[in-house]
C-alpha cells in the first residue's frame, strides 16, 4: 500500500472511531435531556400533551409521540450528521457528492427509516396492549419476517432510491463471473453495474437480494479493475452463498433480538410502573431508544466476532475455488488504497468495530495462499 495513502487512512481510521464514539454520546446526552426528571421528565411531558391532543386515541398517539422524537433528534443532530457523513469523506477526498446531493440522500434516508420505524413501533406497542409482557415474542417474529421483506426488496426498491445500476451487457470476464455462479449453484437474475461514483470514490460488490430479487452487484470502480482481481473478489461473495452465511448471520441476530426484546420487557414493566403510565404506553419510547442502543453496544463484538469468521471462510473459499491468491492480494490491496482502510488496527479495536478481518491479515493469508501453489 502506498506510504502516503496508509498515513491518510490512519488518520480517516482515527476520525471514523472518534465519530463512532461520538454516537453514542450524543445520543445519550439526547435521551438524557429526555428523561432526566422522573416523572416529570421532559418526555413524559411530551407524551402527556400528545395523548391529549389526539384524546387519548392509542393508535395516534403512538405514531406522533414516536414521530415527535425521532424529528427532534435528526434536527438536533443535524450539524453533527453533516460533519460526520458530509465533510468527513470530502475532508479526505473520498466523496464526489455536491451538498445538494447528500441532503437529497438525507432526506430520502431520513424519510425511509422514520416510515420504517412508525411501522415497526407501532406494532411492538399494539403487541404490548394486546399481550402485555409476552409481547416480546410476537415483536421478535415480526423482526424477523421484516428483515426477510427487506432482503428481497433492497436492491429492485431501497438500491435504487440512493444509486443508478443498469444490467451488464458487455464486460470482458462477463461469461468467467457467469460460469462461476453456475458452477456453484448460484442463480441470479443477472449482474449489474452499479454507479457508486456518482457518489463517492469507493469501490464495492456484493450480492443481494433473496430469491427472485437475488442478483450480482458490483462498482463502476470495481470493473475497471483487471479481470483476475474482479474474479477474485466475486468468489468472495459466492464463498457467503456456498456457506450459508447470510442465513447463519440472521440466525444469530434474531437470538440476539429476542433476548434484547425480552430483558427490554423487564426493563420497561419497571419504568412505566415508576413513570405512572400504562405499559403499553409510548411514552417509554426514549426508554426503548436507550435500552437498544446499549444492547447493541454489548452485543458488538458478539456479531462482529462471527461476522469475521464468515468473511475469512469467504475468503478461503475464493482462495481455493479459484486459486487466485495473487490477485485476491492485489485487490484487497488497491480496495484498501482507494477506500482508505488501515491495513491493521489494534486488537481491541478490530473486536469491537470490524465486521471484517483487518485488511492486511487478508492480504498475508492471500499472499501466503499464492505461495502454496
Known amino acids: 500500500m502506498n506510504p502516503n495513502r496508509e498515513k491518510l487512512a490512519e488518520r480517516y481510521e482515527f476520525f471514523q472511531n472518534v465519530f463512532f464514539l461520538l454516537d453514542y454520546l450524543v445520543l445519550g446526552l439526547f435521551l438524557f435531556i429526555l428523561l432526566v426528571g422522573g416523572r416529570g421528565s421532559l418526555s413524559l411531558a411530551v407524551w402527556h400533551r400528545t395523548v391529549e391532543a389526539v384524546n387519548g386515541n392509542f393508535w395516534l398517539s403512538t405514531l406522533l409521540f414516536v414521530f415527535i422524537v425521532q424529528a427532534a433528534y435528526q434536527i438536533v443532530t443535524f450539524p453533527y450528521t453533516y460533519a460526520k457523513d458530509y465533510r468527513l469523506e470530502k475532508v479526505f477526498d473520498l466523496s464526489n457528492q455536491t451538498f445538494g446531493g447528500w441532503f437529497w440522500d438525507l432526506i430520502k434516508s431520513a424519510f425511509l427509516t422514520t416510515l420504517l420505524l412508525l411501522a415497526a413501533l407501532l406494532f411492538c406497542y399494539a403487541m404490548m396492549r ?16 421484516l428483515q426477510i421483506v427487506l432482503g428481497m426488496l433492497f436492491p429492485v426498491v431501497i438500491l435504487p432510491l440512493f444509486y443508478k445500476s443498469e444490467e451488464i451487457k458487455e464486460h470482458p470476464c462477463k461469461e468467467r463471473l457467469i460460469k462461476m455462479l453456475e458452477s456453484n449453484g448460484l442463480k441470479v437474475t443477472g449482474l449489474y453495474r452499479l454507479d457508486l461514483s456518482e457518489k463517492t470514490k469507493k469501490a464495492n460488490a456484493m450480492l443481494c437480494g433473496l430469491g427472485a430479487t437475488r442478483r450480482v452487484m458490483m462498482s463502476d470502480a470495481l470493473l475497471e479493475y483487471p479481470e483476475d482481481e474482479i474474479i477474485a473478489v466475486m468468489a468472495h461473495e459466492v464463498g457467503h452463498y456456498k456457506r450459508r452465511h447470510i442465513w447463519k448471520l440472521a440466525a444469530l441476530h434474531a437470538v440476539l433480538i ?10 420497561l414493566a419497571l419504568y412505566c410502573a415508576r413513570a405512572g403510565i400504562d405499559y403499553s404506553a409510548a411514552g417509554s419510547y426514549p426508554v426503548f431508544l ?14 462482529n466476532g462471527f461476522s469475521r469468521k464468515c468473511e475469512t471462510e469467504a475468503d478461503l473459499f475464493a482462495l481455493q475455488s479459484t486459486g487466485l491468491g495473487k490477485a485476491f492480494a492485489s485487490a484487497l490491496t488497491r480496495l484498501a488504497e482507494g477506500n482508505l482502510a488501515v491495513l491493521y488496527v489494534p486488537r481491541i479495536i478490530e473486536i469491537f468495530l470490524y465486521s471484517h478481518p483487518a485488511t492486511g491479515k487478508r492480504i498475508k493469508m492471500a499472499e501466503n495462499w499464492e505461495g502454496k501453489l
Do not use: C, E, N, R
Request: charged fraction near 0%.
Open 130 to 145: 394486546f399481550l402485555g409482557q409476552w409481547w416480546f415474542l410476537a415483536a421478535g417474529a415480526g423482526w424477523i419476517f
Open 258 to 267: 429476542l433476548l434484547g426484546l425480552f430483558l427490554l420487557s423487564k426493563v
Open 290 to 303: 436507550l435500552f437498544f442502543s446499549l444492547w447493541q453496544l454489548v452485543t458488538m463484538p458478539i456479531t
